[in-house]
């Protein structure tokens, strides 16, 4: 049959299972343990449930499942501590921008990586993956979309490439005619710039909480930051 010896990572620290549990079930992971592939595994999603429940209080932005689960992954890998502190939560939680999450987390452009190369690849799986577009858009609020593929895709999936930049120039020929005193797309941007009076759950932020929380505000325009500046310059 097969069995599992704890390890430690540490000469000095304590000893592990599996996938770095430090118990299975409620006894604490000893030298003279051993343990079954699917006591591991069960072990791991029972560790997961709790660090996810932990990753809540820490991350601000709303995120597709695919981004959850690179984070949830990243955050795992270098433990809880390390990651409260990290530049790459900060990152997330500031809604920055696709090039600056590349340059962090890539494990070509951050050479930290690069010495192991088992790490090397679980950060370049996670990139991938929270970098992939989600079917389901990520809200606050619940929207009860009506047309068959939703404009709020747009923000998730935009890259600045010419032949998005065309597409949307497309819609907005359309719309003028359509709307030629502009009349829904005035409509359109006051409900769109409207700051929400609250955003989130009240039992875990207070009003105050909120409005310096900048990272919980919706995109205020359908055009990215770097790019709304460059055309105001």
């Known amino acids: 049959m097969e069995q599992y010896s704890p390890y430690r990572a540490k000469e ?4 592990m299972i599996g996938y770095g549990s430090k118990r299975i079930g409620r006894s604490a992971v000893t030298p003279f343990l051993r343990c079954t592939r699917k006591q591991i595994e069960i072990q791991l999603e029972k560790d997961l449930e709790e ?58 452009i951050n050479k930290e990586c ?20 989600d079917t389901d858009v990520p809200l606050l609020v619940k929207h009860n ?39 829904i797309i005035d409509e359109f941007f006051r409900l769109w710039n409207q700051r929400p009076k609250s955003t989130g759950s009240r039992s875990l932020y207070s009003q105050d909480d909120l409005e310096q929380l900048e990272a919980l505000r919706f995109a205020s325009s359908l055009i990215p930051l770097e790019l709304d500046q460059s055309l105001d310059n």
């Not at 809880?80 to 500031?94: E, H, P, V, W, Y």
Request: with cysteine.
């Open 12 to 15: 000095d620290g304590p000893w």
């Open 51 to 108: 660090f996810v429940f932990i990753l809540q209080d820490l991350i601000f932005m709303p995120l597709n499942e695919k981004k959850k689960g690179a984070i949830l992954s990243y955050a795992y890998s270098i433990g809880i501590t390390k990651f409260k502190d990290c530049r790459l939560l900060q990152l997330i939680n500031s809604g920055a921008n696709r090039e600056e999450i590349i340059k962090e987390w890539s494990p070509y």
């Open 114 to 133: 690069l010495r192991n190369q088992r790490l090397l690849e679980r950060r370049r799986s996670e990139l991938d993956v929270y970098l992939q577009p």
């Open 145 to 183: 979309c009506k047309l068959p593929k939703c404009l709020l895709n747009i923000a998730e999936n935009f890259n600045g490439s010419p032949t998005q930049v065309k597409a949307i120039e497309f819609l907005e020929e359309h719309l003028l005619r359509l709307d030629p005193k502009h009349e």
